[in-house]
Structures are given as structure tokens and as C-alpha cells.
């Protein structure tokens, strides 16, 4: 059943549940990953078939349900700030069947990420760079991530163009997608691009070895 739900879903099909959070994303202002994001997404899981993935923004928990239809072997631990989304996460996730593998987090994610063992997460997703204050936060997040990303573990963030990211401009959002790319091409454990799906969506692998 679930097998059949995840490749339904890898052609970019979505149930009536995520159909219903696209359009509550739009009608209030939800800042959620665009749908050729999550398709992606919930594909590179399933290639990487992670016991564990950590996300770094919540939301209404609409990119969680992507991650975790992607391999139902995974479980999920998630950070919100807002209580309020955290908790039309949570009921959201327990509508898609999936609460017992989601574990909803209300914190700041960086201090979320330092508390979980090292390299535990085959999976890392940042859904926050836009709302990090300043370059400084980047570098914490990123030195956190690092914490818990598993070698050969796969590190994904989004919005990387809507932001104007690799593109140049001088916004708050701008310089702190630009410090997450230097940080990343700075790291020799990782190797990564950026594919121009969506709003823009970086990726790197953690190299489990020697690095080539
Ligand atoms: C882009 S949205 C996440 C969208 C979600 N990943 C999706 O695609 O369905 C970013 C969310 O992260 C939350 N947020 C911002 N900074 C955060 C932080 N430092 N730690 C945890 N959550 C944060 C915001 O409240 C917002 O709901």
C-alpha cells in the first residue's frame, strides 16, 4: 500500500490532504516548498532510504509528509518555532497516517540539532535559512548540521533562487543563503550543486570515505 502511495507520489501526485495544504499555504501566506521541490525531495529519499531525517522548519508539516511517503522505513524528527503550525503539523501528520514515525519539535532549530547524537540523521533538510537573523546564525546551523548529518548522509536546503541567492542582491535572506553555499563548497567532507527546480534547491552528499 505504501509503496504504491510513494510512486503515485514521485510523479508528483498528491493525495486530497496535501492538495488541501498547497492551498492553505497560498490562502495564508504558509511558506511551504513548492511541489517540484517535494517531489524531489521525497525521491532522494528514497534513494538515500534513511533510518532518520531531521528538518529544520515545520511549517503545517507539508514537506514532512513528502519526506516520510518518500521511504516508510524513515522516521522524522522536525523543528518549529510557531506553536501554532507545529500543532497543525502534528494533526496534520497523524491525517496522513504518519505521527508514530514524527516526531514535532517546538524550538529553535540549531539548539534542536545540538542536543541529537552525532551523525545520526542520513537525511538533513534546512527549510530555515530564510528565517536565520544573520550570517553568524548560518554558521552555527551549518556547524550543527554537520553534528548530526551521517557520513554518506545526504544535506538538502531550499530556497536558494527565490531569495536571490546565487544571483546577488543584499537582503537579510540573500547574505544568509549565500553564506550556507560558501560553508558547503568550503566543506571537503561534502559535494553538492544546486538544481534550479522550485524555489531553488541546494544538495550535498557527506562523503563517507576519503574525500575524492
Ligand atoms: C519555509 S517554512 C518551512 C516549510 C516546510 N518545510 C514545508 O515545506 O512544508 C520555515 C518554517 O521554519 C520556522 N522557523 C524559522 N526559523 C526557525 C528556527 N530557527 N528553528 C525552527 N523553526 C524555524 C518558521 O516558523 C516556518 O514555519
Request: hydrophobic content about 45%.
Amino acid at each position: 500500500m505504501e509503496e504504491a502511495a510513494a510512486a503515485e507520489l514521485a510523479s508528483g501526485a498528491r493525495d486530497a490532504l496535501l492538495a488541501r495544504l498547497e492551498e492553505q499555504a497560498t490562502a495564508e501566506n504558509v511558506p511551504i516548498i513548492e511541489r517540484q521541490s517535494a517531489v524531489l525531495i521525497s525521491l532522494l529519499t528514497r534513494l538515500v532510504r534513511p533510518d532518520l531525517i531531521v528538518e529544520l522548519g515545520t511549517a503545517t508539516g507539508y514537506s514532512a509528509i513528502w519526506l516520510l511517503r518518500g521511504w516508510p522505513q524513515a522516521r522524522l524528527i522536525t523543528f518549529e518555532v510557531d506553536e501554532s503550525r507545529a500543532a497543525q503539523a502534528r494533526r496534520n501528520l497523524a491525517e496522513a497516517g504518519l505521527a508514530e514515525r514524527t516526531e514535532v519539535r517546538v524550538e529553535n532549530a540549531v539548539g534542536g540539532l545540538a542536543r541529537l547524537p552525532s551523525e545520526s540523521a542520513a537525511v538533513v533538510v534546512n527549510d530555515v535559512l530564510n528565517g536565520l537573523r544573520d550570517e553568524l546564525r548560518v554558521e552555527e546551523c551549518f556547524r550543527q548540521v554537520m553534528h548530526v548529518l551521517k557520513p554518506g548522509g545526504l544535506l538538502l536546503a531550499d530556497n536558494e533562487l527565490g531569495a536571490g541567492g546565487v544571483q546577488g542582491g543584499e537582503t537579510r535572506e540573500v547574505r544568509c543563503v549565500r553564506r550556507w553555499n560558501q560553508l558547503v563548497a568550503a566543506e571537503g567532507s561534502l559535494s553538492g550543486s544546486i538544481v534550479p527546480v522550485g524555489d531553488g534547491l541546494s544538495m550535498a552528499v557527506r562523503h563517507a570515505g576519503a574525500a575524492p
